[in-house]
């Protein structure tokens, strides 16, 4: 077969489980994983024989995405800050409002300048830290996680794109004292009340890792209380905390951190949802 003919035989396969503007950049992304072709070489070699090995490669990962698996998982390659990172079912796949908030630490390091102690609370596929410390060499980034299995791929993928990161495995929720001290600790945490997963979509919650995506319902900031309650302890003077939130938790945000003692910043994504907010004690 030849590589147009199979990319028209996989789109009429996975029509009606992706919309065609979902559908294209799937079927490149596929297509350059299983035959090393990029977008300008697909159509130089549109006419060009696939191999049996390759149509077996198609037909198994096509499986694969009318089951609902991820292309990333399939892949095994998600994009972050125009940098390829390893993952699979231990970690989420990193979303471009995530990269939102690295920017916004960025640009609070350019004031406060570029010497930064940075902890990433739940690094998953490590994406944050690293991201952070390619950005901000001088600075001394950590990163902590529950699972052994996503900080092996945060290890991993920092070590490919050569980014010293102390990881260190524990449990938040768990813990009274963090490491260190830092002047930035930045966060993306469960944040997705139980209530909403069943109007979700299926590749998201039966294959992304629900440790990472879920709280209870009765306690949807269960985390950030955790974080900012160790902050108080370990943020140093003029210190800065950083948090991805639900689109709809910003309320509900603000008033925590005040009680908590923090003054609080709230910032909208690119999609015009509020996401992120910065957070510094408020003087004593």
Not at 49 to 70: H, K, M, W, Y
Not at 218 to 246: C, T
């Amino acid at each position: 077969m030849r590589l147009n003919e199979i990319k028209q035989a996989l789109k009429k396969q996975l029509e009606g489980q992706y919309e065609s503007v979902e559908l294209n950049p799937i079927l490149s992304i596929l297509i350059e994983h299983v035959t090393g072709w990029d977008q300008v070489q697909q159509v130089v070699n549109k006419d060009n024989t696939i191999s049996a090995e390759q149509v077996l490669d198609f037909e198994t990962a096509a499986n694969e995405l009318l089951s609902g698996r991820p292309i990333q998982y399939i892949t095994g390659k998600a994009w972050f800050m125009g940098e390829p990172y390893t993952v699979n079912e231990q970690v989420l796949i990193p979303r471009p409002e995530t990269e939102e908030l690295v920017d916004w630490v960025i640009e609070y390091a350019a004031i406060k300048g570029k010497s930064l102690r940075i902890l990433d609370i739940g690094t998953g596929s490590g994406c944050i830290a690293i991201a952070l410390k390619k950005a901000l060499p001088e600075a001394i980034v950590s990163a902590i996680d529950i699972s052994t299995g996503a900080l092996k791929i945060a290890e991993a993928n920092a070590e490919a794109q050569k980014a010293a990161i102390e990881f260190t495995c524990l449990d938040i929720l768990n813990t009274a004292f963090l490491p260190d001290q830092y002047d930035v600790i930045v966060s993306n945490p469960p944040y997705i009340p139980m209530q909403e997963m069943k109007n979700m979509e299926l590749q998201v919650t039966d294959h992304e890792p629900n440790i990472a995506l879920f709280v209870p319902d009765e306690d949807p900031l269960v985390f950030y209380k955790a974080i900012a309650r160790l902050a108080k302890l370990h943020l140093s003077s003029n210190g800065q905390l950083f948090f991805e939130i639900h689109y709809d938790q910003g309320d509900a945000m603000i008033a925590l951190l005040d009680e908590m003692h923090f003054h609080a910043e709230l910032r909208a994504d690119l999609f015009e949802k509020d996401r992120m907010i910065r957070a510094s004690l408020k003087p004593r």
